[in-house]
């Protein structure tokens, strides 16, 4: 996936901190909804260029778990005060629990349910008892919709240097019949300091499953969990919120 990697540098222009000021305040009036103590610390699992912990981190003392050494980079210039580890989410192990674990759309390049339950598995061995877990994947099988979005950004303007600018189609296919998995297209045109233009394709396979099957993966791995909507910009997503029973083993 070029975009993490290759493309990393550009990430500020696909995705900006302020446009996750809504979608922040969302996830934190969940997890203050059905948390039963405090809440003071937290750690988010696969928190790409640290978008929602810039705003977050005001009421979390937070550490970052992200594999993406390129978007890692972004998240430590964003946000120095807080915790940055490398991991992967199926299978990073701490050694700490955390009054909360947060999950965001990095959740949906788990394909298979075994990937799905791995990442819930680590979400479990972090939560410490009483704790609350809130994991929000961009869609789910009831959820889903087909179609494409257009967006992009600009650097500011510096005089003598020019800047750079990015523009991009996001493009989300529909699954085959049966399949646990969707492919998103990426078509990004991206115009360099010097004023020169290059078109960049990018291949994503995120994935699919039905509320059912999130909701008995939460239960396998010792959660109990329940479905919250949440809406952004007028569009209703699936949440899923979860608390580690206060009497549970670690």
């Not at 979608?23 to 405090?38: C, D, I, M, Q, V």
């Not at 009483?130 to 650097?155: N, R």
């Not at 003598?160 to 990426?186: C, D, I, K, N």
């Not at 239960?219 to 029973?245: C, H, N, Q, S």
């Amino acid at each position: 996936m070029n975009l993490y990697d290759e493309l990393a540098d550009w990430w500020p222009l696909v995705s900006s901190p302020s446009d996750y000021a809504e979608e922040a305040s969302e996830y934190l009036r969940l997890l203050r909804g059905a948390a039963t103590g405090p809440l003071t610390t937290m750690l988010e699992l696969g928190s790409g260029g640290g978008n929602n912990a810039s705003h977050l981190k005001r009421d979390f003392q937070l550490t970052l778990v992200e594999p993406a050494e390129g978007m890692l980079k972004h998240s430590r210039q964003l946000n120095p005060e807080c915790e940055h580890l490398s991991g992967d989410m199926r299978t990073v192990r701490l050694g700490r629990e955390f009054d909360a674990v947060f999950v965001h759309d990095a959740i949906t390049y788990m394909v298979t349910e075994a990937d799905l339950r791995a990442a819930l598995e680590t979400v479990a061995i972090h939560l410490r008892p009483g704790g609350v877990a809130l994991v929000a994947p961009d869609e789910t099988t009831e959820s889903f919709e087909p179609g494409a979005t257009s967006e992009g950004g600009d650097e500011p303007e510096v005089p003598g240097q020019g800047a750079r600018s990015l523009r991009y189609l996001m493009w989300s296919l529909p699954p085959t019949p049966g399949s646990t998995t969707f492919e998103v297209h990426f078509g990004m045109l991206l115009k360099e300091r010097d004023g020169s233009v290059r078109s960049v394709h990018d291949v994503h396979r995120h994935g699919l499953f039905t509320r059912a099957t999130w909701l008995r993966l939460f239960r396998e791995v010792g959660l109990e969990a329940r479905v919250e909507p949440r809406i952004l910009e007028g569009k209703p997503y699936d949440t899923f919120v979860a608390l580690k029973p206060a009497g549970a083993r670690t």
